[in-house]
């Protein structure tokens, strides 16, 4: 390859195998192409990379778009026939200069996962969110083709938001404006919003000393009848 200390370089075709080596001090190796277009290792951003801007603020930044589009950074696969569990794009975080066994694999990833086989009026596609503690990440929560959300479910299917195990609900209702079907923790007690009003849920003889009832069947029956009479 050739070697470039400084100066412009214009009209040239890098044949395969060639390459360009940028040499100099630091904040002053920059590789700048079409201005704004490109532009590698820019002065006063030593190690960043600028994509529509010559002064990026981080590792990499891109701009782009004049209107209400905003840049756009897209992930692809050249897979030509997407089967079901086939990833399109995959972001992974991990820390790969950190010494031990767990501490420099994948953390947390984000993936785009196709959820059936493609074709001319399929691409039904999951978004998966992935975490570790001690291990390579694995799914916590997904985003189904069909808007629904899963946090500890694989498979959403019955409601747009699935939980395993449970959720915890503050206690107080300060600075909240609740609307029909709000569900509140407040006074000792869960409340569920109608009309103008908040509606104790626990009006139950076998209402427990927290204030919930403790028979999962009556439990139910009290929320389908709640959300029946909004």
Sequence with gaps: GSAIDGGVISNVDIEDGGDITLTGTVNTDKLIVDTT???VNPSGHDGEVGIGTATPISALEIQ??????????????????????????????????????DSDIVGASIAAVAQDTFSDTVNSTALVFQTGASEVATTKMIIDEAGRVGIGVAAPAMQNLEVNTGILLGDGDTGLTPVNGSISYHGGAFHGYKGDDWVALDASPSASAAGWSNDPV?????????????
């Design 37 to 39: 277009t490109l532009v």
């Design 64 to 101: 782009d778009g004049v209107t209400t589009g905003g840049a756009i950074l897209t992930l692809g696969t050249k897979e030509p026939s997407v089967d079901t569990n086939d990833v399109l794009g995959r972001i992974n975080f991990y820390a790969p200069l950190d010494t031990g066994v």
């Design 218 to 230: 009556e439990l139910m029956i009290l929320l389908m009848a709640f959300f029946y009479k909004l």
